[in-house]
């Protein structure tokens, strides 16, 4: 694909990965940083690196008009937000448009519409998709109160225009929903500016399963299989495999065929993930959301089937259909993904910025490190804490778990601390290696007392 030149709207170990994706395909790759991360990796492996501002996001990462001008004035043609930032705002995806950019991610249309969780809702359940037990706008505490009775309690106070956590409260009584409503609204309208909230049943032990999607917005979409993201704290996903090792073949194919339908019915684009709750105790599956991006675990997906998703991004907003169909598509062994962040754990996951004084990497077969760090790297206070990502990949999850604990063992990090520690002790734990887990789990077993 030479001649085409793409602009990376991202840093960290998305905005390597995308640059090597390029340089794969006969691309040129531009990126575009702020003054923060001049000497990153990624600066140093793209073509030519553009400085977008001074470190704080909003004044380099988050400015869309800056971004796609940056990207106009080095002649690009494409572009790619990664995962984070713009990656999700149509507003980008828009600006491309009007400007004669390929925007690589789905058209803005479809962004707004699946952004909107009653929207995508609606949408899910027009495509025949299943639905957790829930509701619409709920305009007052008083509504959410009635409306909780209905649904039967625990219930879960969602955010419309939420994300990773915030705008989400969960409830089991009357008294809490009343002041959940409140906290979830006001919570929503200070990250979104939409304090809009809906509500649904919460289900107490379940396991957060997503579908890997891609289509290339001529009609034709494709599953690369789930993935397990049940390890978490607050929302926010700290290890992910894949497939998912505790579901039936029957509950899988249709979680994937309502996956498929959900894309199709908005003749999706490029890369995106439909994430579900499996409810263990019904065996059932209910729509949660779709991402309309690649996501940070979608790595795991490429391991079990052996194939490159951001080089498929990147041919697909250059017009090409996909590049293959779903028979080709062939899931193998077992992998999973541990986030690494430069982060104390120990004292409620604070992040700590600095310099890496040494960086050991694991090796071995099966062993796979994204990442943007090397020796003597600094870690600016500006971003998300992730310093990279841990995949290991194995003949059954038992031969990937024991890849993992190795590969966590022979991984040293020095400068600043990490999670690296506590991702030993979810691996070795004994409930993790029966996959006995759920998303409650991790804060319920390994968390509990071990916080200051």
């Keep these: 694909m030479a001649g085409h030149r793409v602009f990376v709207a ?8 995308i640059v090597r994706a390029a340089h794969a395909l006969g691309m040129e790759a531009v990126i575009g940083v702020s003054d923060a991360d001049r000497e990153s990796l990624g600066a140093k492996e793209a073509d030519r690196a553009v400085v977008l501002g001074p470190g704080p996001a909003a004044k380099s990462y988050l400015d869309a008009r800056l971004v796609v001008q940056a990207a106009l004035s080095t002649g690009c043609d494409l572009l790619h937000p990664g995962y984070g930032f713009l990656s999700e705002r149509a507003e980008l995806a828009r600006l491309c448009e009007e400007n004669g950019l390929a925007f690589v991610g789905p058209r803005p249309d479809v ?7 009653l929207r995508a809702r609606a949408m899910a359940q027009a495509a025949g998709v299943p ?21 039967g309690y625990p219930v879960l106070l969602k955010a419309s225009a939420g994300g990773g956590g915030r705008g989400m409260v969960i409830a089991h009584d009357a008294r809490e929903v009343a002041a959940g409503f409140a906290k979830a609204s006001a919570e929503a309208l200070a990250a979104f500016n939409d304090g809009t909230l809906f509500m649904e049943r919460f289900v107490t032990e379940a396991r957060h399963v997503e579908v890997q999607l891609m289509g290339d917005g001529q009609g034709n979409v494709i599953h690369f299989g789930e993935r397990d993201c049940s390890v978490q704290r607050r929302y926010q996903k700290l290890v992910e495999e894949a497939p998912c090792a505790a579901m039936s073949a029957e509950l899988r194919a249709t979680l994937h065929e309502a996956a498929v339908a959900l894309a199709a019915s908005v003749n999706y684009r490029n890369a995106g993930t439909a994430e579900f709750l499996y409810d263990v105790a019904r065996q059932e599956v209910y729509f949660i959301e779709v991402n309309a991006r690649i996501q940070v675990e979608h790595p795991v997906s490429e391991m079990i089937a052996g194939f490159d998703l951001v080089q498929e991004q990147l041919r697909i907003a250059t017009g090409a259909p996909l590049s ?13 993904e541990c986030r690494v962040n430069a982060e104390d754990w120990t004292r409620d996951f604070m992040p700590v910025p600095g310099t890496v004084t040494r960086w050991q990497v694991p090796h071995g077969d099966g062993v796979r490190l994204d990442s943007h760090i090397t020796e003597g790297a600094a870690i600016p206070p500006f971003y998300d804490s992730m310093v990279g990502k841990l995949i290991v990949h194995g003949t059954s999850r038992e031969d990937a778990v024991a890849r993992l604990e190795t590969a966590i063992g022979d991984f040293a990090v020095e400068g600043v601390p990490t999670t690296l520690p506590l991702h030993g002790l979810i691996v070795s734990h004994p409930d993790f290696m ?13 968390l509990a007392g071990t916080m200051e």
């Design 131 to 151: 639905l957790v037990p829930g509701t619409g706008e709920i305009a007052s505490a008083t509504e959410a109160v009635k409306a909780a009775e209905e649904l």
């Design 434 to 446: 029966a996959n006995r887990i759920h998303t409650r789990w991790l804060e319920k077993t390994v």
């Design 10 to 17: 991202n840093r960290g170990e998305i905005g390597l990965r």
């Design 111 to 117: 962004i707004d519409a699946l952004g909107d969780k």
């Design 324 to 336: 293959l169909s779903q028979d080709q598509v062939k899931l193998f062994g077992h992998a999973i």
